[in-house]
Every structure is written in C-alpha cells, then in structure tokens.
C-alpha cells in the first residue's frame, strides 16, 4: 500500500482520489502542488482516537473468531454497474477448533444479509456494527469441518481509493470498477471473516459482470463463460493462502498483453489506448523479480502467475493481481518523490506494490497495529531493488531521500485487537530501522543470508513484530530487542550524545534513548577511518584527536540523531 499525509482517513483521500476525475495533466499538477504543501508538513501529534465499538468487533480476535480455523471461500458475485449494486454468496469452509454454537462473520451494514445456509437449513444470525454473529442449531464438533453458504446484496459503500468498492467509467464510456479496502475491511463489500490472522488456504472467485467487460482478479485464470442472459462468468482460483483485503475486482474495458519471467507468467491488463505506454512501462516487471528473487527467493505465488492490472487509483499489492496507477510514467507520478534522483530511475508503483507479494502477502502481520511487517519491510525492499540495479551507494542515496518524510510523532506499534492504523512512519522508519540492523550486524553476506531466511522461515505464515525480533535475535546472537522496541514502540529515535573535551583529547559519548537496555553499535570517527564504538545508556570516554566539527558519526547507515557539546 503506498501512502499520503495528514490525519487518520483523511490521509489516504488527499492525495489519492480517483484519477478519472481529472485529465492526467491536471492530475499530475494538482498531485505535485498537493504533495509540496502537504507531503513534509509537520503538524502537532494527533491525539489517538478512543476505538469505537465497531473498531473493537472489527480488530478483536474474539472467541467466535477464535473458535475456527478458515480453510476455504469460494466467492460468487454478480455486479451490475448501471445499479452500482452487488448480489452473490460466499461459500465459506471451516475447521472448528473448540466445541461451539456461534461463530463471527463480518459484513458492513450497508449491505443485505439474503439468507445463511448449513446444506438445506437456514441459519439464525445477529447483527452488530459490521459483525455477523452466526448461530447454528447443534453444536460444532472440535476437529470437523463446516461449510456454510452466505447469500447477501446490495449498494456497497463506496469510500474511495482505500475503502471498498467504486463505480467508474473510463474515458471512452465503459464501465470500470475496482475495489481496494485494506484500511476499511472487505467486509465493505463481501461477507467474510474480516481480519488478518486466519486466511484461508485456498480460493475460487467467480464473478458476473456485463457481456463485453473483462473481470481480473487474484488466481489463476481458469476461463469465462458466456450466461446467455447478458452476463459473463469470469472464474479465477487462489492456490495459496491469501489476506482478505487482497481479494479484488477489477471489471473494465481490459486488453491482455503477456511476458515471462523464466517458467513464471506475467499477465498484464490495461485499457487499449494505453496498451503501447503499459508494454513500455511494464518491461520493469521482469527486472523486479529479478531483484526480489536474488535476495529473497522466487516469486511465492507461482502457481497463480504474476498479474499487473491497470486501475483509476495509484496502486495496491492485490496478491497476483497487482494495483497500477501510475500513469506510466516513473517515479511516482512522474515526479522525484524523494528527492534523490533516483527515484526517477523507475516506476515506484511496480517496484514497491510488487515488493508487498514478499511482504504483506506471503509475510502477513496478524494485527494491523504490526503493519509495519508489510510497509516497513517493502519500504525498504525498494532500496534493496536500487542497490541490486545500481548499487550500494544509490541506495542508501535513496533511503537517506525518506528521512524528511518521517515525525516521529507517535509509535509505529499502535493498541492491538482495535482495528488501529499506524503511522505513516512504518514505511519510513521501519526501512532505516531494517536499514540501521544491516549496519548493526556489520557483515553483509550474513546479513542478506539473514534476512533470506528470515522470508523463507516466515512465507505463507501470518506473525507479530515479537516472531521477527525473536527470529533475529536466535539467527544473529545478539540481543537486538531494545532496538526494535525503541524504533517500534516510541516515538524518538536514538539520540548519540557527545561531549568533547578538546584539552584531553577525548570524547564522551552516551545513547539518549527510552529503551534502558538499548546498546547500539555505531560508526564514528571520519568516512576514510570509522571506528565502531558500543555506547550505552550511560556515559563512556574515548581518545580522539578530532573535534565537534569534525568528529563524524554514519548517520546515512544508522537512523539516529547527534548532539555535540
């Protein structure tokens, strides 16, 4: 998911509105003058909103969640644009992992419950907020399976680029609709269980759409049908496990071009009068996975096949269907978003919204207060996909570019079991975090080692920011908790004070930190001639025949802050 600036829902709307609504060139005029009066703006630390009850029933791992084990949704629904209206059933299987009678479902009140049914018989079912709270007559037996099929309808709300479903035409007239809910929940616009930890391990989407449109979801395509009733079935299925806001629509006027990258299929879909810009610009999707296959390994949904597909909004990392708006052109927006000059050198939308098919959708963090595991972590698989292409100083060139953007204003680990969004630093912060531990470990082939394993160990698996510190700290032998906690779990980074006593040569040094065990390993001293001193959170004296002015410390290889005295 990328992001934008200001407040909690109105953040993600500022800058990100439907790009039908204007030309491209007005679009991109209005992007660039949005995004220098707003984009490095500081503002005071919001105050955190009190969950609502519709937040806790949304965010809890609750016992009607807990009591179940998804296995299986086979998803069929009929859209009609004209109506902008929705109607279709989940088929939902299930392993029971305690006794029970009840079970929570979740869908948005904007839409109709038709009828619930176990085989022939029609379920009883409560509603609150957007929770589905499903009764059933005998009691489910603890290691048994349950397959229930869920009838709904209706005029879905549509909330924009990140909340549900919208309703479109292209420029030619044809209906183009798309969905996108991370932030507000698929259960925005079909019935599931609406949260991050349980995914069910397999799936089939079928969607009716009118005669002469093209549906693209997630999956691998298994072919259309003609209804015979002015309607045609577009059927996909989903060999992996796969996070429910990943499940998308994507109903156009669509044309279909293809590439390859060794044995894995590359499907792109785009409206025709931009299918010469798209073979142009999506020629950097091979050279992507190249990157992301080096230091991670292949591409994790191979039987699914590889998908970018064009839409009106800038992008989204749909598993095996990717989100792409970025008007072809590279950067983001056309425009040198960190200021670098290299962001220039490719197409941010394909190269970060792909990065989140390692992590967000292989990796999935089972709470969103962790989202950091999806944005920090592909925030800084862009500097990684830069220094793979053009080198180690580029990218830390184009790391440093995101310091400005970052305000440390709130933890990036916000309240779990509250359906809580966190900052927008988790992209920022937690790439130089991930960026300032390569430099704490300090050898790079054990590093990307690391960090290989760390994916291979971790894919296909839903985890907290407890399971990555862990792993760490088993896999380096050090104990790097109190670097993750004071990175994660605080608003201010570490802060190298210094005290110089020019008369006796020396230099004083401590860690200002929240974090009393914190002992973080740093380069001092000139760029020709580092020294790795170990400061803690108390004071510690070195010789030095350098002063404050030029006593150097490698902020561009550890996220922290200097203070001389």
């Given at each position: 998911m990328f992001f934008s600036a200001g407040g909690r829902r109105g953040r993600r709307t500022s800058l990100f509105f439907s790009l039908t609504s204007l030309s491209s060139l007005a679009c991109a005029a209005v992007?660039?003058?949005?995004?220098?009066?707003?984009?490095?703006?500081?503002s005071a630390?919001?105050?955190?909103?009190?969950?609502?009850?519709?937040?806790?029933?949304?965010?809890?791992?609750?016992p009607y969640r807990?009591?179940?084990?998804?296995?299986?949704?086979?998803?069929?629904?009929?859209?009609?644009?004209?109506?902008?209206?929705?109607?279709?059933?989940?088929?939902?299987?299930?392993?029971?992992?305690?006794?029970?009678?009840?079970?929570?479902?979740?869908?948005?009140?904007?839409?109709?419950?038709?009828?619930?049914?176990?085989?022939?018989?029609?379920?009883?079912?409560?509603?609150?907020?957007?929770?589905?709270?499903?009764?059933?007559?005998?009691?489910?037996?603890?290691?048994?399976?349950?397959?229930?099929?869920?009838?709904?309808?209706?005029?879905?709300?549509s909330k924009g680029r990140f909340g549900g479903i919208t309703f479109e035409k292209d420029a030619s007239g044809h209906p183009w609709i798309t969905t996108s809910c991370e932030d507000d929940g698929a259960s925005i616009w079909w019935p599931n269980k609406d949260q991050w930890r349980d995914e069910v391990r397999e799936m089939e989407i079928s969607v009716e759409v009118p005669k002469g449109l093209v549906d693209v979801s997630n999956g691998k395509f298994l072919g259309s049908t003609d209804l015979g009733d002015g309607y045609t079935r577009w059927d996909w299925f989903v060999h992996y496990p796969i996070n429910n806001y990943d499940v998308a629509l994507n109903i156009g006027n669509y044309v279909h071009f293809s590439d390859h990258f060794g044995k894995l299929p590359l499907d792109y879909y785009v409206l025709p009068e931009d299918l010469e810009k798209a073979k142009k610009q999506f020629a950097q999707?091979?050279?992507?996975?190249?990157?992301?296959?080096?230091?991670?390994?292949?591409?994790?949904f191979a039987k699914d096949g590889y998908k970018l597909v064009e839409v009106p909004y800038s992008g989204m990392e749909h598993q095996s269907a990717v989100a792409y708006g970025n008007q072809f052109r590279n950067g983001y927006l056309g425009r040198d978003w960190t200021g670098t000059?290299?962001?220039?050198?490719?197409?941010?939308?394909?190269?970060?919204?792909?990065?989140?098919?390692?992590?967000?959708?292989?990796?999935?963090?089972?709470?969103?207060?962790?989202?950091?595991?999806?944005?920090?972590?592909?925030?800084?698989?862009?500097?990684?996909?830069?220094?793979?292409?053009?080198?180690?100083?580029?990218?830390?060139?184009?790391?440093?570019?995101?310091?400005?953007?970052?305000?440390?204003?709130?933890?990036?680990?916000?309240?779990?079991?509250?359906?809580a969004t966190p900052p927008e630093d988790q992209y920022f912060k937690g790439a130089l975090m991930l960026n300032t531990l390569r430099s704490v470990v300090d050898n790079d082939p054990r590093w990307f080692r690391l960090i290989h394993d760390f994916y291979q160990h971790f894919k296909y698996q839903n985890i907290m920011t407890e399971d990555v510190v862990a792993y760490f700290n088993q896999h380096t032998g050090m104990n790097l908790t109190p670097i993750f906690n004071q990175y994660l779990r605080h608003p201010d980074i570490p802060t190298l004070e210094l005290k110089f006593d020019e008369a006796a040569g020396t230099v004083a040094y401590r860690?200002?930190?929240?974090?009393?065990?914190?002992?973080?390993?740093?380069?001092?001293?000139?760029?020709?001639?580092?020294?790795?001193?170990?400061?803690?959170?108390?004071?510690q004296t070195m010789k030095t025949d350098l002063n404050k002015d030029t006593f150097e410390v490698a902020t561009d290889l550890y996220y922290v802050n200097v203070s001389r005295q």
């Open positions: 992007l660039a003058a949005c995004a220098t009066a707003t984009l490095y703006a500081q630390p919001p105050a955190a909103a009190a969950p609502t009850h519709a937040d806790i029933l949304r965010g809890a791992y609750g807990a009591n179940n084990d998804l296995l299986f949704y086979h998803l069929s629904v009929r859209v009609d644009p004209e109506k902008k209206f929705l109607s279709g059933r989940n088929t939902i299987r299930f392993r029971m992992l305690k006794d029970g009678t009840r079970i929570q479902l979740d869908l948005y009140p904007e839409l109709q419950i038709d009828k619930i049914l176990l085989g022939q018989t029609e379920l009883k079912y409560e509603r609150d907020a957007g929770a589905v709270f499903v009764d059933f007559p005998q009691t489910l037996r603890a290691g048994h399976v349950y397959s229930i099929d869920f009838y709904y309808s209706g005029h879905p709300l999707a091979p050279g992507m996975l190249a990157a992301y296959t080096h230091y991670f390994g292949p591409y994790p000059g290299i962001s220039l050198k490719f197409d941010f939308i394909i190269i970060h919204e792909s990065g989140h098919e390692w992590f967000g959708n292989s990796i999935t963090a089972q709470d969103r207060s962790d989202m950091w595991v999806h944005e920090g972590w592909t925030t800084y698989l862009e500097g990684l996909y830069v220094e793979y292409r053009w080198g180690h100083d580029d990218a830390i060139r184009y790391l440093d570019g995101l310091k400005p953007k970052i305000k440390n204003q709130r933890p990036i680990i916000q309240e779990r079991g509250v359906n860690w200002k930190v929240d974090e009393a065990d914190f002992a973080m390993p740093v380069r001092v001293g000139t760029k020709e001639h580092w020294e790795i001193v170990h400061p803690t959170t108390t004071w």
